[in-house]
């Protein structure tokens, strides 16, 4: 069975910083393209990170560019978002997704579709 787990979401205040979690079990996650997407209350679902599964090339949506990073340890089958800089509208719950298919981090974004999808993990910024 797949599985994708999110965690290290919480609580934290303006400028603080976290990194969340995306673990994986049966599939190897460095095969796939790995994406964070959030939605916060009353709104759309929307990609804002993604690393390829063919050059590992990342992509950032230009309000997480410069603060979000994304990340893969192969070792551990898990992928990271650290998140710094927050800010109160990054509150949202976060959710990780794996594609198989070698396509682009902007398009798999914007399309917000994916094989598989984690539960998601709740970031709330606030002071």
């Known amino acids: 069975q797949v599985q994708l787990m999110e965690s290290g979401g919480g609580l934290v205040q303006p400028g603080g910083s976290l990194r969340l979690s995306c673990a994986a079990s049966g599939l190897t996650l460095d095969l796939y393209g790995i994406g964070w997407f959030r939605q916060a209350p009353g709104k759309e679902r929307e990609g804002i990170s993604w690393v390829g599964n063919s050059d590992g090339s990342t992509y950032y949506v230009d309000s997480v560019k410069g603060r979000f990073t994304i990340s893969r340890d192969n070792a551990e089958n898990t992928v990271y978002l650290q998140m710094n800089s927050l800010k109160p509208e990054d509150t949202a719950i976060y959710y990780c997704?794996?594609?198989?298919?070698?396509?682009?981090?902007?398009?798999?974004?914007?399309?917000?579709?994916?094989?598989?999808w984690g539960q998601g993990t709740q970031v709330t910024v606030s002071s």
């Open positions: 997704a794996a594609e198989l298919l070698p396509r682009d981090g902007m398009s798999m974004c914007v399309m917000g579709e994916a094989l598989f």
